[in-house]
């Protein structure tokens, strides 16, 4: 079964971090994108940081840029999402999800995985 996994949400206080990961099972990452999004309840999803499949492009929504960074590990099947300076907004469950090679396109993202519990609180 082809899947992403996420794991690192948890509670955390306001400027502190957290890195989440999403793994993939089944299928190996090295020929896809991968984007982290978040979705509060009763909200829209929204779109956090994307990475190309060879990690030569990122891009970031303007929320979280300067405060997030996403990586990826091709050899390990992982990509990273290290968040820095956590406010109570970026409170959410965050996904990650494939796409062929690149962020950019019309082709959905596919592959999503359960989503990891976020939550920034003093």
């Known amino acids: 079964q082809l899947q992403l996994v996420e794991s690192g949400g948890g509670l955390e206080q306001p400027g502190g971090s957290l890195r989440l990961s999403c793994v993939a099972s089944g299928f190996s990452l090295d020929t896809y994108a991968i984007g982290w999004f978040r979705q509060v309840p009763g909200k829209e999803r929204e779109g956090v940081a994307c990475?190309?499949?060879?990690?030569?492009?990122?891009n970031y929504d303007e929320s979280v840029r300067g405060r997030f960074t996403i990586s990826r590990d091709n050899a390990k099947n992982t990509v990273y999402l290290q968040m820095n300076s956590l406010k109570p907004e970026d409170t959410a469950i965050y996904y990650c999800?494939?796409?062929?090679?690149?962020?950019?396109?019309?082709?959905?993202?596919?592959?999503w995985g359960q989503g990891t519990q976020v939550t920034v609180s003093s």
């Open positions: 990475i190309s499949y060879s990690g030569a492009a990122t």
């Open positions: 999800a494939s796409r062929n090679r690149y962020c950019s396109g019309s082709v959905p993202f596919e592959h």
